[in-house]
């Protein structure tokens, strides 16, 4: 009986292989496309030292390495529980859906599969990192060995987020709510 598992376990791990974590980013842009490596991109994380094919992409996007290596190190603080729930309910579903148009496994736009990895991606860097993740333990939990980015895309996603921001910041400090509230001053 003992035996007989061992086979099965066996027999799934050859047929089955399990996923992959992430190697490389394709960076897309229109016709603009590069790779990098997610291990360069750790590199430059932790030592602040890019390599030449991280200075050439810098110097292409006019991106420094001051605002890179703070991009890279940004943390974020994602619960398990609340984050979990979140991702699986109707909000979440749109919120990754969209997100899949921009980060996704490179040549598979299947937004069914990007949003079940990013998902993942997002879990399980949660979990191993003490419920904080930045972009590189994203990347490294990420189940597919390629990552794409549609760098229009999240532009254009960025301005909108920028435009929602500011839409909030003016409706939170609107004079008219202080009128409507008497706490003006006039």
Same mark, same amino acid.
């Given at each position: ?84 729930? @979140?991702?699986?309910? !109707?909000?979440? =579903? ?7 148009? $921009?980060? &996704? *496994? #490179? %040549? ?15 879990? @399980?860097?949660?979990? !191993?990192?003490? =419920? ?7 990347? $490294?939990? &990420? *189940? #597919? %060995? ?41």
């Amino acid at each position: 009986m003992y035996l007989k598992y061992i086979n099965t376990i066996l027999l799934f791990l050859l047929f089955f292989p399990s996923a992959k974590s992430a190697e490389k980013v394709f960076l897309y842009k229109g016709n603009f496309s590069r790779t990098v490596n997610i291990e360069e991109l750790n590199d430059f994380k932790t030592n602040k030292k890019p390599s030449n094919k991280l200075k050439n992409l810098m110097k292409i996007t006019n991106i420094n390495d001051k605002d890179l290596h703070e991009f890279l190190s940004y943390k974020i603080e994602v619960p398990l529980k609340a984050s979990s729930k @979140l991702m699986n309910s !109707k909000i979440g =579903e749109v919120f990754l859906s969209r997100l899949s148009k $921009i980060i &996704y *496994p #490179n %040549k598979l736009s299947n937004t069914k599969i990007s949003t079940k990895a990013l998902r993942s991606g997002i879990i @399980l860097s949660s979990h !191993k990192n003490n =419920e904080r993740i930045n972009l590189i333990d994203f990347f $490294i939990e &990420y *189940p #597919n %060995k390629n990552i794409a980015i549609d760098l229009n895309a999240l532009n254009k996603a960025l301005k909108k987020v920028e435009s929602l921001k500011e839409l909030i910041d003016f409706y939170s400090n609107s004079p008219f709510q202080k009128l409507k509230d008497g706490r003006s001053s006039t």
